[in-house]
């Protein structure tokens, strides 16, 4: 390998740990926003990281002094395509806590308890998370123009779902939350502590009877 071709990989490897560099800064910037959703799961993932942080500088710095130029490049490339995975899954999380936090939104507001619960996971199957927001699709899974008000209007009025509806339960012991509630009050929270509960707890207030406000 001549001084040229060296010359060559050592540009091309600066320029690949430059990209690496601007690509953590992005990483770590998404990272912030993930934190409370990770949870107890935060700990084993930065763990892992690190390992996989500390086993790649060893392996490059063992090439650096072994003079192997050509493994560092490809070491830089696996550390590049590594950190833009990380990224993908960052917003993939996001989009999807994001439509599911919508989803029970609406859901809340048509149906009471396990039925709200229940009717989110429809209502979430018709919304996709874009660089533009939050939008509404059709049943095909293609964007429409239509707005979240609008989607939850045609919930609200599709004979598909009219036995989880508000209303048109059955009375009695059978009905949805009926045991559970014992004819006390529904409970009700404002809709900002409602969206700061974890998601286990919102599915547990809903199942329970309560309801978020504006």
Sequence with gaps: ???????AIVAENEA???RTEELSTSADSMKQKMDQLLGETKKAKQEREQAELSARQASEQKAKEAGDFEQLHKSSEQARQTLEQRLQEMQ?????EKRSNAAM???ADLADGANAEILSEFISRRLKYTDDGLKVTNDAG???VSSIDELAQEFKGNTRFAALLKGNQAGGGGASGGGKQG??????????????MPPNKRTEFIRAGGRPHD
């Design 142 to 144: 293609e964007l429409t």
């Design 105 to 107: 939104r609406i859901a």
């Design 183 to 196: 004819g006390g009050a529904v409970k009700e929270m404002s809709r900002t502590e409602f969206d700061s």
């Design 16 to 18: 690949l740990k430059a």
């Design 1 to 7: 390998m001549d001084e040229e071709q060296i010359a």
């Design 92 to 96: 993939s999380g996001i989009a999807n």
